[in-house]
DNA sequence: CCCGTTCGTTCAGTATATTGAACGATAGAT
DNA sequence: ATCTATCGTTCAATATACTGAACGAACGGG
């Protein structure tokens, strides 16, 4: 019976995982730790099938349960998590050769992954001036305030965006906070007509920022980069000239994570 | 030449999800990154067992082929690791319990994970007294200078500790960072004998801190907790009876984590 | 108290994923 | 140029994991 319409349509083959994958990203995504049924209904699986994931799941340290029984990540996807951002080309090419020139020319540097609707920074330059925001790493931001946030989700399909904003948009951290789905949609087609992203004052007022995309060598988009600066400085003349140095920026490291 | 060369048989059900962790286990554990076929030598899985397991990692986000076509682990974990950090017991139980006890105390409690061969700060519990340096959550120091790398480091393998550090040792910080690997090795050797991890003045010099391990519930070691003190203040008797007083707090945290 | 609902769990049959063997390609050595 | 040893990949047959249905338990309202 080949119900095409499960989890994953563009899907092929080892279904377990996919599905156990399916799992650990809606108990990432939803605000409440949900039950085993709730699971099931939410995913559309067989009862049976969710509770034998679950069960090795468990036993694997990827899921945990609560004393209620309600489920949650477990600490297992550390360990990969940690050698990704350690082992992989991103952080270490970051530093080599972006953040150095950057911070020459007194700009603070991030790098961001998207997660869900949130970016989570991975790497920060901070430039030797003092901005009035600080970025940590490890921090989250939601994604359609952010230069970073809307260059990644400019680089997905745009069916993807309502799943992704389906259990609601985020608060405004600003009055100029984009507010709704549609000014977001805008925002984004502007971003791939202009090839780099801009935040003007969406996180914090005064504050300035470019973002681009850095792909793997399948094209992917896996990270990205940002500008940031004050917005008494960002003349038009200056955003242009910045957008296409961090445009370069991007394109190089993308160049260094295909060569390998 | 993982933790686990064979994947135990006489285990359960799912083998496809079990043996993903395995490769995604292996791939985080070993220093140079695996071809498929060494892949599939190393766990004893058959070859077209392994491409297809791998292809789908790939599709999936968990593994990454540079291009040379070598294996490393991929961006999707960081979400859930993201989100354990965010929602598991880790952090609030850290937050409840053992802050609470010890900053009545007047001490300074940290937890860290180890990336790579750092560690990264993941909650804070500063005493109300100043201490002349100050934990911010993302924070990283080399692990070979603080308490809580060390003691992560000691629960790992020995054989681990090369790959670690292939690219050469940190740079000291203080003029009693520890500098060499025969002396990390030492320092380590200490730490297993004693059940608690020791820095005297490694990161600042007159800041004296003891490390201890917090285990999941297979028993691996996914994080740290440190107490922070000034060097006057650590006089032997008071070394060990806080010590002890940690690897207390550490196996309740280890506790809460194996209950749920 | 009894009934309806929802929970987690078990089990045998079948649809399905795993696998051993063989393929073409590449690289280094003879 | 030939040979050998890897590499990654494909495919049909079988051993296996998934699933639909049924079970006991727990909860809450009528």
Redo the contacts between chains.
Sequence with gaps: MGAHDRISAGG???P???R??AI??Y??ASSE?PTLSGLARALGLPKSTAH??V???E????L????DGTL?????????????????DLVSAFRQSIAESWRSAQFTVTMT?L??NEV???ACSEANRPLDVAF?????LPAPFTATGKALLAARPDRDLDALFARGFPAPLTRYSVASMPDLRRELAETRQRGFSIDDGQIREGLFCLGATVG??AGQA??ALALSLTRSEASPDMVAMLGRSLMDAAADLSRRL???
Tied chains: 1, 2.
Excluded: C, K, N
């Excluded at 036993?59 to 990827?62: F, P, Q, T, Y």
């Design positions: 092929g083959h080892v377990a995982l996919r156990a994958v650990l990203d108990i990432s730790a034998g994931l069960q090795a799941m036993e694997l340290g990827l945990a349960r609560a004393a949650r990540t477990g600490p297992h996807s550390l360990r990969w998590a940690g050698d990704f951002l350690a082992r992989t992954v997660d869900g989570v920074y991975i940590r790493i490890g921090m989250r793997d060598h896996v990270a295909g060569a390998g």
